[in-house]
């Protein structure tokens, strides 16, 4: 309990979802003021920014399957997330896993002997596969040596992106490239459909949807999922329990690198059908997944809504770009505002607040403390 003025702040575990959007309104009303005065300070009016990034999104038709496209990697990057946090394996190389899914789904693309038919099935499952196995090592590291996930995971990171740098600038080189670090195009059979007149991969899309669902009844419906819960919320109960961490962690790690696997295969067979530059395949959607993750609150159902959120933010960047031809280091910034107000309101969802003014303390009586002053 803490008093701010006339206001208490009394702690509630389990906020009610009005509470829950309106504090997300209010912190996304934080960031547009504070983003204001970036956009001033490079000498654009904040109100005509906003409404060039209102019409660029809400009002224009073609903005809607952009967030849904931007979404689509969120969505299943956060969703292997959750699942992970629940168990208390914090992975921070969804990045890498991510990017190790890419190079899985191009090494099928481009030098796989498989019939048409098998392209995109042979990719998707090599890029969960090689996904998964880029989570599990740094969990073997933690169950056999104790070595934290957290450092092992994010070193890893910039082990798969020098690596994918190497592959794009040496071996895989492609020589119809004209000098560029890319991979020849992938043949059309091996890229995924899109919806008519978009760059929504659906196939991608339906992966995510059915992974936000089926972390829903893995984690409610089935004993593993009960003992991922358990061993996420009480370890020594889960000891006692007879539930195993490793089979729990591990579960946990490959599921979750899987994920992040499927988010590369869909970045490279749905939008640029060739293997290029770590930051032109991800765009930083393994470290947004983890705000996703953040926002859904342990739910994978939660991960959808908080996948389009950010979705809309980076689709938003896009708009200033190209509109108000800012340099990407403002929309950066800009994002990086929105994400940290979001962020930084999560104490506040878990507290309610009561109008409790202080009272006056009643004036001391002979008796009670009183002194004669002569």
Do not use: C
Request: hydrophobic residues 55%; without cysteine; aromatic residues 10%.
């Amino acid at each position: 309990m803490r008093r701010i003025g006339p206001l208490l702040l009394v702690p509630n575990p389990n906020p009610s979802w009005p509470w829950a959007v309106g504090v997300s309104l209010l912190a996304l009303v934080g960031a547009l003021a504070a983003a204001g005065g970036v956009f001033w300070a490079y000498g654009v009016s904040p109100l005509v920014a906003y409404r060039v990034i209102a019409e660029g999104t809400f009002l224009d038709p073609r903005a809607l399957p952009e967030v849904v496209r931007r979404a689509i990697p969120l969505l299943l990057v956060g969703t292997g997330l959750v699942l992970a946090f629940r168990a208390q394996f914090w992975n921070i190389g969804a990045e890498g896993q991510l990017l190790s899914g890419a190079v899985a789904a191009t090494g099928v693309a481009l030098f796989s002997p498989l019939p048409p038919a098998l392209l995109i099935p042979a990719m998707l499952a090599a890029g969960f596969a090689l996904g998964a196995l880029w989570a599990a090592f740094p969990a073997v590291l933690r169950l056999r040596w104790g070595a934290h996930e957290v450092l092992t995971t994010l070193l890893l990171n910039y082990v798969a992106a020098y690596g994918v740098e190497w592959l794009v600038h040496g071996p895989w080189k492609g020589p119809s490239m004209m000098g560029f670090a890319y991979t020849d195009l992938f043949p059309e059979t091996a890229w995924l459909p899109v919806l008519a007149g978009t760059r929504v991969h659906w196939p991608t899309l339906a992966l995510g949807l059915g992974g936000a669902v089926f972390g829903h009844v893995l984690l409610h419906r089935t004993v593993l999922g009960f003992e991922i819960r358990v061993q996420g919320e009480n370890p020594e109960a889960a000891r006692y329990a007879g539930i195993s961490p490793a089979r729990t962690v591990l579960a946990a790690a490959l599921l979750s690198g899987g994920a992040a696997g499927l988010a590369g295969v869909g970045e490279v067979a749905g939008i640029h059908h060739r293997l290029l530059s770590p930051g032109q395949v991800s765009m930083g959607y393994g470290y947004a997944g983890i705000v996703v993750a953040w926002l859904a609150r342990g739910s994978p159902l939660g991960a959808i809504p908080s996948a389009l959120l950010l979705g809309l933010v980076f689709t938003s960047g896009d708009v200033m770009q190209v509109a108000l031809r800012m340099p990407f280091r403002v929309t950066d910034v800009f994002n990086g505002l929105i994400l940290l107000f979001l962020v930084g309101s999560t104490p506040l969802l878990q507290m309610r607040i009561r109008w409790a003014p202080a009272r006056s303390k009643p004036a001391l009586t002979q008796g009670e403390g009183w002194t004669p002053s002569s």
